[in-house]
């Protein structure tokens, strides 16, 4: 397995409470189907209650066939991004759809099974909770209302195993609801335990985004600071080496003393390297603050990807017509800048004159950009620290450490991710995912 770090994780972020919600939604039904297979079969042949069944389980069958078309399309809208379509309103309308169909098989399970009379009447509490703890207020509400109303039809009719069920003795009815009793806490219990796990999971994880979204928030002042610095640091450093120049020239004309020459070609020689860290400086911080957002296609992209400085003869880049006209909306300067950081790194890491390459292709509404260099790789220590401000494994004066933190964070800005995949000895790829559309499009 391929050492990874990331700027983002894979799956949705915890805070999608829908998500979250409907994976423990699923089992729990899973958890239904089978808890009421147990006791169907157990009614029948253990009390020997005269009860309908086949019809019974086909009650418990729909409720498997819907979960098995819910549960594909759950792990189908992970895999392809449409959980961000769904996490919101839409998801919990879905949410509250099952849990209506739910209280109505169970209606339906009751009716055929002794009505109110069955001691496991007292699941529709069950199901009222979970609504209550799933969905917002007005959703709670409309299922308080359907159980309510289920249980109006159920004390009204006359369920045909009603009978069976009142005949059977105190002692036999008691042990009935105590079981009931116990199954329905344990549910409950269970649930809302897991699920406040996963609050607590979700809070930490969103105190860490914080301290981290603060922390870059910080580090990215300080480099466009460093940015100014530069930039108001190039005028007098200029000055200073165009007296420098004159100066030596003067000097060797008069026959001036060979040191003091040396002197000023010394002189001349810091200036050009105080630029030289200068220029990196401003490359490095990024000019990312205050562009506006515009829709380009990736194919536009690239084009202003290789218009900065950039060894365009030295990248393959490989763009299927599928993607190349799909649509992006970001900072169109800062992400090419950010795309050349990352070439310009492939460079750095791969042997003199040899080439990165670049891959794009479509991931569910993603685009997906890999930029694959052929160095030496990087070892998990190194990945770690990957995008940890002021890390760098360049030489001093090379590298301030802040080109892929920074590089990330107009990625992040835009709504993509990037992570690094890296094996020693094999090379490093960086993956580049952001959201995308076709032009004119939906």
Known sequence: MNPRASGEPAEPPGSARVLINLSWFLKLRWAAALGQFVTILSVA????LDIPVPGLLTLVGVLVLSNLALQWWFVRALGNGEWRFWNGPRGEALIGGFLGLDLCMLAGLLYWSGGLAN????????NLVLGSMLLPRHWAWGQAGLGLFLCLLLYVADPPSAVGFLGLSADTLLTGRLIALVAAALVLILFQTRISRQLEVNQEALRTEHDRRARNERVQALATLAAGAAHELASPLSTIAVVAKELERTLAEAAGGEETVEDVRLIRSEVARCREILDKMSTDSGQSSGESLRDFTLTELFESVFQGPVEEERVELFLPPEVAERTIRAPRDSLAQALRALIKNGFDASPPGSRVRIEAQRAGEDLVLKIIDRGSGMTEETLRKAFDPFFTTKPVGEGMGLGLFLVRAVIEEAGGALELLS???????????????????P
């Open 45 to 48: 042949w253990i009390l020997g």
């Open 119 to 126: 001691p496991f009447a007292v699941f529709f509490l069950v």
């Open 423 to 441: 094996v020693p000895g094999k090379g490093t790829t960086a993956l580049v995912s952001l959201p995308s559309s076709f032009r004119g499009g």
